[in-house]
């Protein structure tokens, strides 16, 4: 990964101190957890001292890994990501404005840029590479991380070379009810995160201007088949060059494959590029995920890994909770919760990897699993987005979260149904992925061909009611792979033949797409299903938590749904349990000792 902080002065003059930019050197040990001796650290300061671009990278210094600072003339840039096109770094830096080029181009990434005109930065349509920005003393900060934007800005307006993090509270009512932000928030006060597809703006002199670049509009349902494969066309287009940056590398890619739709659909646009891979898959040796991935790789001609999960005595193993929340608001920056894994830090690995993440970018976001298309059905869910766990919090945080919900039925007003799609792209995609994405940065050279930039604008471009039906993503898959059409997924069909095919010549195939059952322990989730092995830690750690939690909470609430064994809502469990360990600091120390594992008892 490439980690980035950028700083400018406000006016022209005026010089960055040097005690800051110290501090923020040093501030990049908490920002991301990175052993110091794996940094490989790259610097440009304006020739002023009114700018400077500090960068830090664990990627190996040869091909086909970039510079971390690129410069051309009296200009810097660095990228987060990847960009799709060889030439695509030098186009960013001699464009007059980054809002000139960024949309024309593929990748997944976000950029940085200093100059005489200032301080700039910008993110791709699904901002999976964040840009987070802040002020002070008389400084802007721009930087992939939002720690470092927050300490270097912290150090700037105390003077101290190391700052304590200073939490804005109230913006954590969201990580409550879901555990990641449903805004532009951080955990960091004064911290924000830049909107999907905008440009930060900050001339010397002039005020800092965060401009929204345009979405692209939807064209009209197509009438007929021949039409619906005409309008695919440029998703596939787009596809097919998303798996072109693979063969930068000299080895196959590693695709994460399941069961499911997602993951099959890039093996498919690999094998119709030609681009060599081979599929990974993990569970227990029966379940779904495991047999299906084989069976696709099998009938593209490829290889696929298994690894069979750890289980012992009917029980899975498991690493305790508080570590586990440790490491998570660590790589996280406390915006995820400890329900989800993420790789910890290993010593980076060059192959390629890929997965199906970012596929509901396809179908139609929180569509996806939305059945009630009404109005009615419609406000329910960004109810439940915005206000849900209302009993956890208190009247004050419930307030704070009532404007965003009014927001957004106001927008439904003016947009329809498309509020769900690009919601879920807005906060799922841009702030949930964007934590867990910079481990998988961290540790390999990861690619997400579905955030690509010009695939998400060509999926975009589709009415989201037909992305809803599935039947772009099953044209696409079937122009690639004709030979994974009767292959089932795990658990459900196409959406748009669910119920039964299209016609009656179809009938033997969609017999034959039947999905498989389930077997034994293949669905057990331990991190839902658990007992008193796990209930009693959380009980314990969350109650005696920092004070500033429960400024937001309801203590009543929580003790009474901590006391639920099996518990109904086990996610407020984790997230409250995160944000304990956020608010406490102790993310700041190592990671806590003499915490075994613990063997949570297969339920079925």
Known sequence: MRAYLAVAVRR?????????????????????????????????LSPDGGAALLA??????????????LTSGDRALGYCGYLGGKGDADLLLAADRLDDRVDDLGGCFSVFRLGPDGLQAATSITRACPVYHAEGGGLRFAASRALLAHLAARAAATGLSRPTPVYAVMGLQSLVRHGFFASDET?????????????????????????PRPLPEQGPAPRSRREARERVAPLAEALLAAVEPFRRHDRPVRIA???????????????????????ATHGLADSPD???????????????????????????????PLRRAHALVRMCEGMNSAYEGVNGWAPYDPEPRTSGSGGERLRGGFLTDQRDLSPKGVRARLKTIFLAQQEFLNADANAYAERYYDEWCDRYERDGLDVLDKLH??????RWLAGSHTATLMNWAYYHPFLDNRVVRAALALPVEWRLSEEPVALVMETFAPRLRDVPFDGKR????????????????WRRRATPPGKGAAGFNWRKSYGPELADIFREYILDGPPELFSILDRAAVERRLAEVPPRRPGQSWNLLTLGV???????????????????????
């Open 12 to 44: 022209p003059g005026d010089r960055i101190d040097p005690a800051v930019l110290t501090a923020a050197r040093r501030s990049i040990t908490e920002a991301v957890p990175v052993p110091p001796d794996r940094w490989r650290t790259a610097e440009w």
């Open 56 to 69: 830090w990278s664990n990627e190996p210094s040869e091909a086909p890994f970039p510079d971390p600072v």
């Open 187 to 211: 955990p960091f006060e004064g911290v924000s995160a830049l909107p999907n597809a905008a440009t930060l703006v900050a001339p010397f002199g002039g005020a800092v201007d965060v401009v």
């Open 257 to 279: 494959l399941s069961g499911g739709r997602d993951s099959r659909l890039i093996a498919a646009a690999c094998h119709a590029a030609g681009v060599p891979f081979f599929g």
């Open 290 to 320: 495991v047999v299906l991935a084989q069976r696709v790789a099998a009938a593209l001609g490829a290889e696929c890994q298994v690894t069979i999960d750890r289980q012992r005595s009917g029980a899975v193993v498991v690493r305790h």
């Open 425 to 430: 792209m807005f906060y799922k995609t841009g």
């Open 494 to 509: 196409w959406r748009f033949e669910r119920d039964r095919p299209r016609s009656l010549r179809e009938w033997p195939g």
């Open 582 to 604: 956020l608010l406490s600091g102790a993310w700041r120390e190592s990671e806590p000792s003499g915490l075994p594992d613990v063997e949570v008892p297969i339920r079925t």
